[in-house]
């Protein structure tokens, strides 16, 4: 199901990133409406929720969504190959494997970030997987986990992964604290070193490098493809949604779109009413995906507010849109 256009330029050439609460199946299914090519990936999920809990729930998808990666995190082998067959069974085009988010609840369980000071362990779950599936086995890491800023480390986990079969690394650009540091502080603190991931693709010249961190402009983009097989973009795209749009012609030799932001908020209301009648999902729980649809417009502001109102819920969605393209109150 992965797009033919995407791999005549290379599967993985432009990518939304994974982010937990953010990348679900409503917020895929918009950003699918903004790129027909752009690369989609699940929110993290553990192996534990797979395997003990609702499959269904986790691994449900849109159709229109691809192509899409399911990014798992665990770090039992068996575990692993488990959930990558089930991801493969229910249709994902590529199993990513979580080696970069460093939450201390992440790490409780054992994987993430931690991971990266286990590459034999990786190597063991990653060739689990590769024997279990036929789509690619990829690995999202850092690199460097606390202060270690050794070149020699990242690369030595690359090459002892790559051996075990993944072809594909996509590199966050930064190092991961796993100690004094939060979450979002892990992703602004730590100094972006692109120059690592360069070193990487110039001594592994046979895998496919993403580059991932901080990257917000096309300019930037344009450069990192220059020298790399892939960007990845993660809370610009959902931001900043917008820029989206532009990605098919920029990257992908599409034609220039005719799309209308009016066009996919209607798309969006019409997705927003299915979600509705298939599985009572309400449809502010899909809106929030979409509010920096207008981004930089005038009206923009209160446009969101309409569309994040919790006094609107009652209301059907199609009686939301009218409301948020009315004039303020007099």
């Known amino acids: 199901m992965s797009d033919p256009q995407s791999a005549a330029f290379g599967r993985w050439r432009l990518s939304v990133a994974p982010m937990i609460d953010w990348t679900d199946r409503h917020c895929r299914y918009f950003h699918r409406l903004l790129s027909r090519h752009t690369r989609l990936y699940t929110e993290m999920i553990t192996t534990g929720a797979l395997l003990h809990g609702d499959v269904a729930r986790h691994l449900r998808f849109n159709a229109e969504e691809h192509p899409v990666a399911l990014q798992l995190g665990g770090s039992e082998p068996a575990d692993l190959a488990r959930c990558a067959k089930l991801g493969e069974q229910w249709g994902y085009d590529e199993i990513n494997l979580n080696c970069g988010c460093p939450s201390e609840r992440v790490q409780r369980g054992a994987f993430g970030a ?19 599936v036929s789509v690619p086995v990829t690995v999202k890491h850092r690199i460097g986990i606390d202060r270690t800023e050794s070149y020699d480390f990242v690369r030595d986990f690359v090459g002892t992964v790559a051996e075990a079969g993944c072809a594909t690394f996509i590199v966050h650009a930064r190092n991961a604290w796993l100690q004094g540091l939060s979450p979002k502080e892990n992703r602004e603190i730590p100094p972006l070193r ?6 990487l693709k110039h001594d592994f010249p046979q895998l496919s490098i993403v580059i991932n ?29 917008w820029r989206l749009v532009s990605w098919d012609e920029q990257y992908f030799g599409a034609s220039p779109t005719t799309l209308t932001r009016e066009t996919v908020e209607q798309r969006m209301v019409d997705y927003m009413q299915r979600a509705a009648a298939e599985d009572g999902c309400p449809w502010y729980a899909i809106a929030r995906h979409m509010l920096g649809l207008r981004h930089g417009l005038p009206g923009a502001r209160r446009w969101r507010q309409v569309w994040s109102d919790h006094k609107l819920k009652p209301l059907d969605p199609r009686e939301v849109m009218v409301l948020a393209h009315q004039g303020p109150p007099a």
């Not at 991971?115 to 997987?129: N, Y």
């Open 114 to 132: 931690c991971l990266m000071a286990e590459p034999k362990l990786v190597a063991e779950g990653v060739k689990a997987m590769v024997d279990a």
């Open 194 to 199: 692109y120059e690592l991931v360069h070193r």
């Open 213 to 241: 961190g901080g990257l917000t402009t096309d300019e930037q983009v344009s450069r990192e493809l220059r020298l790399l097989d892939g960007v990845m973009i993660g809370r610009e795209a959902y931001h900043n949604p």
